[in-house]
């Protein structure tokens, strides 16, 4: 059993879907005028894709469950973060509670506002990846203004409770504003902002089989955000530039399929990691699983022990073409792990440690492949290193 290519990092990206793709052609034809922009001779074309952008807008809103809210389409997730954080955060903001397992778009923004001089506190982890509630309840006082906490890692899939966090926020300072970075929950949990109770909540495109440079971020009505990008005032005067209107008919079309299909998907990507754990577990490999049974399915941390990761994730790729991750690829330069550090994971497990993220388009056959070679590898990276 071989194959050409096996990607099992599909929590860093996924490709568009070929229904997706196919109607891009056609898309694009059709609707490839500036929705902004005042033509002279142009300008009943550029008018009519301003219901199509607003159409999609809808839709996007009403998968997330945000009937009292408002979208805004960014150039990524991050941007969509960082339009949150900085957006939200003003002169006279006491104190800001952030999580350790946020991903670097959100740690590193909140590391940004702690060097201009905003008191800034970072919530621990508790061992199963989940945002630790004692130390929470404890650091959330009266003067936290703004919090941002994720909705599941894009680390070890542990799922945090937000509407419970949300709940223990606004009982303290009901003004307080609570963000969510729910990139890797979207499309694949089920998620209603209105429900979970957020002021915000962050998305992007190509986490969901839709294309890269779309992010998106669920404002509720009543928040006010100042911009961070400057121009035509585009989105609300929130996000000024030419919107990117096919990349965000993929947002729109792949959010419509995966919330559809939510249900199926999520029991095909469990029995994936199933199979993975099983089949794991009757190998020879000594490793730690940084992954729990109630957290999301799409995400397995694992650590073999006596083995880098780096080199484990080479070899898988130069000899078996199998990709695999070390973690977010928006930080691919960091040493250690923060999460798993914070999880109170060993040093010696942080070097062992990859992430399998399972995908759509994955089958049991590929499964079973990866676990055949990741024991080889396995085995001779340690023959090797004696």
Known sequence: MTFDSVFFDNASTTKIMPEIAEELVCFNNDYYFNPSALYYHLHRMSEQNKPTLENMRQSILKCLGGDNGKLIFTGSATEASNLAIFGSVKKNTRKILVSMGEHPSVYNSALELKNRGFDVEFVNLDKTGKVDIDDFEKKMTEDVDFVSIMHVSNETG??????????????????????????????????NVDDLGVDMYTISAHKIYGSKGVGALYVKNKVSLKPIIFGGGQESGLRSGTENLIGIYTLYRASQIVTKNLDENYNKILNLKNLFLQKLAKTNLKYALHSFEDNSPYIVSASFEKCRAETLLNMLGDYDNIYVGNGSACSSKKMGNRVLESMGVSKSDIEGNLRISFGLYNTPEEVEYLVQKLSERVNMYLTNAR
């Open 158 to 191: 542990a799922i945090n409770d937000i509407a419970r966090l949300v709940s223990i926020v606004k009982d303290v300072n009901p003004k307080a504003i609570f963000h969510c970075d729910g990139v890797q929950a979207f499309g694949k949990i089920n998620v």
